[in-house]
């Protein structure tokens, strides 16, 4: 006989361990959180420098590719998701960027009146203890350490002053009065070590006897009775179980996975379920569908070895670094290098920026398969608020197959005149006089390639993403939208969605923090406790052309 619990909970990442955290602050309620991957106790995890080692790493990942991408050549792009305690969190680049409020505003014109950012603010300053301390929009004690960036190396300043040369603005603190513009970057780092949701969440509820933990197991389908989530059928050490609840199946699988496991379910577009083989449990078209993400490309400069981070990264440097982090939690392994950015507009008709730059004082490059650092700086830059919408469909009805994922980046022109602008926008901003002493030759995607037509080749040939998956479940208040704003399945009962598949719209920046404050949210409405009183705190905004 297993175990019956309240709440099943599947998926230990950035929503599911802020669910199972919260549910299981009520001693009464048993959870149980099942998650596919293994611990998250380990080097390559907990210190921010080691960022490329934890994302290039086979065994914490689930290894999915998005493709053919029909815009960008038939290829086929990584697309990282984390399989691990933490989910993505433990593997992600630890930038703290909330979104813009009018993200959430947009949300609301939807009909989500609860989600404008009104009703979001409060949840924000909830999650976050920000190391800089507390205002209207910054929170003081919540279980995720957020701390503004260091950002020692010239270059970081260099890039602020270039940006304000080309004449726009540096904002005090782009997580709060003011998103747009160039700023100092902030990180879920905290002591030295990566702030996952597993460690803000996740470890403080582990001594709670009513929370229970299954990693390594493989949730392969939601049991659904006369129109009601059962409970689920696992594989765990190599053998299928099932196991049930009384209340609700809670499915925090992410982007990628938690489509997928509905379909495999029987919960989807009755016409693929039936292409597979699998039984129709509940017609819900939209599962799948409405797929976002952040598609974007590097720009990249050399420079001299002695004004690049590279100089501080040889193998004396590394051997430093590390033993400043072992022994100290000091130096430069407690940073993840994405020190500034910038949220910009390309054109004036958009009221919110529609381009996000991260700058990163060295540039990357692969040596046989290993993201090596080179001498010279690079920008990353994605496309915002992309229009573009691709699908995540099933391959097969075996669990053990990757999905099909096609995200159809850059179908709408509008996504690539964009990108186009947005490289153009960032020459604009290396070109400014305070650049002139470093900036060395452009590498990528060099001096040559100048006309649109010739960008444009460059952007369809290098374009990846951000890996910022959502949108695959909407939430809405249609008949169509596969979940409502609490994040209940409309086609079968006791089953919530909590995960970034939920968003309706992707939101302009990293998707971490609005994930968390999503889980918070629904949260307090699965425990029936009253939402936070909304905020009146003010937000940036400009009138569009
Ligand atoms: C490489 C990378 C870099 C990123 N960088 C940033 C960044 O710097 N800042 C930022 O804000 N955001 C970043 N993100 C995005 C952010 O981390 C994610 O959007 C966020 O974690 C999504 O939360 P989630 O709860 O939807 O899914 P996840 O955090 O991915 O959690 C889903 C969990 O469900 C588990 N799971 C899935 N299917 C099953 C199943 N069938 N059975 C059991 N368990 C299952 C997974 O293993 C995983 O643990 C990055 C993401 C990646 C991958």
């Keep these: 006989m297993s175990p019956k619990f309240d709440y099943i909970v599947v998926g230990a990442g950035a929503a599911g361990c802020v669910v199972a955290s ?16 293994g611990t998250d106790r380990s080097p390559i995890i907990a210190m921010p420098a080691a960022l490329p080692f934890a994302y290039q790493s086979r065994r914490i990942g689930w290894g999915y590719q998005s493709g053919p991408e029909p815009q960008l050549g038939g290829r086929a792009i990584d697309e990282k998701a984390g399989r691990v305690v933490g989910g993505s969190t433990s593997i992600n680049a630890m930038i703290y960027n909330r979104g813009n ?3 959430y505003e947009g949300w609301a014109a939807d009909g989500l009146t609860d989600w404008d ?7 924000f300053r909830r999650m976050e203890t920000f190391a800089d301390g507390t205002d209207q929009w910054r929170g003081g004690d919540g279980p995720m350490r957020i701390s503004r960036c260091r950002a020692e190396h010239k270059l970081f300043d ?18 709060g009065y003011q998103q747009e513009g160039l700023h100092i970057a902030q990180s879920f780092i ?10 803000g969440y996740l470890r403080p509820a582990l001594r709670r006897p009513n929370l229970h933990v299954m990693s390594r197991t493989h949730v392969t389908r939601i049991l659904i009775n006369d129109g009601a989530a059962t409970g689920i059928e696992v594989r765990h050490g190599g053998r299928p179980r099932r196991i049930d609840c009384d209340r609700e199946v809670i499915v925090c699988a992410g982007a990628l996975n938690t489509p997928k496991l509905l379909m495999l379910s029987g919960v989807g577009d009755p016409d693929e379920l039936r292409r597979h083989g699998i039984d129709v449990v509940a017609e819900a078209r939209e599962v799948g569908r409405n797929l976002q993400n952040h598609p974007g490309v590097d720009l990249q400069y050399a420079a001299a070895h002695g004004d690049s981070l590279t100089s501080q990264l040889g193998p004396i440097g590394r051997v430093t670094l590390t033993a400043d982090w072992v022994l100290r939690r000091k130096g430069l392994g ?11 507009r390309t054109r004036d008709d958009v009221a919110f920026p529609n381009m996000q730059y991260e700058f990163l004082p060295l540039t990357r490059q692969m040596k046989n398969g290993r993201l090596v650092p080179i001498p010279g700086f690079q920008l990353w830059m994605d496309l915002s608020r992309p229009e573009s919408r691709g699908t995540v469909r099933l391959r097969s009805s075996d669990p053990a197959d990757h999905p099909s994922i096609v995200f159809n980046h850059l179908k ?7 990108l186009i602008d947005g490289v153009r926008l960032a020459r604009t901003l290396i070109h400014q006089p305070a650049w002139d002493r470093y900036r060395g030759l452009e590498l ?27 949108g695959s479940c909407r939430m809405g208040i249609d008949g169509h939208a596969v979940v409502d704003g609490d994040g209940r399945v409309n086609a079968v009962r006791r089953m919530r969605i909590v995960d970034a598949s939920i968003m309706p719209r992707v939101i302009t920046g990293n998707l971490n923090a609005p994930v968390l404050i999503m889980a918070e949210k629904i949260s307090d409405r699965i425990l029936r406790r009253p939402a936070l009183p909304t905020s009146n705190a003010p937000f940036y905004r400009t009138t569009p052309a």
């Design 334 to 344: 407690t940073s993840n290098f994405f020190e500034a950015g910038a949220f910009l």
């Design 117 to 123: 950012y009104a009703h979001c603010l409060p949840y």
């Design 22 to 37: 919260r549910l299981s602050e009520d001693p009464t309620l048993r959870v149980l959180l099942v998650e596919a991957g």
């Design 412 to 418: 709408q022109p509008q996504d690539l005149r964009d």
């Design 190 to 199: 905290h002591g030295g070590l990566r702030w996952s949701a597993a460690r």
């Design 158 to 175: 260099v890039f602020l002053r270039g940006g304000q040369q080309a004449g726009f603005e540096v904002t005090p603190d782009h997580n």
């Design 101 to 103: 409020p009018l993200d």
């Design 444 to 470: 990528s995607p060099g001096p040559d390639v100048l006309s649109d037509r010739d960008i444009e080749l460059f952007i369809r040939q290098r374009a990846s993403t951000s890996y910022h998956a959502s």
